[in-house]
């Protein structure tokens, strides 16, 4: 699996928020966020979807 990486601004509350929470699980915050992600609806794409396709390359 590639791993790609993402950078994002918050707040230095939200930071130590989300910091002191991790070592309460004894998690890191990624795997804090990657639970949440992993926790989201996977969407349904049929032909009626709004949502944009990602563009894939012929071939």
């Known amino acids: 699996m590639k791993e790609k990486s993402l950078?994002?601004?918050l707040s230095e509350r939200?930071?130590?928020?989300l910091k002191l929470y991790?070592?309460?699980?004894e998690k890191?915050?990624?795997?804090?966020?990657?639970?949440?992600?992993?926790?989201?609806?996977s969407p349904k794409i049929d032909n009626s979807s709004t949502t944009p396709?990602?563009?894939?390359?012929?071939?």
């Open 14 to 17: 939200r930071y130590n928020k």
């Open 7 to 9: 950078r994002f601004r």
């Open 53 to 59: 396709l990602p563009h894939q390359p012929n071939g």
């Open 28 to 41: 890191t915050m990624t795997q804090l966020i990657e639970d949440w992600i992993d926790r989201l609806p």
């Open 22 to 25: 991790a070592e309460t699980k």
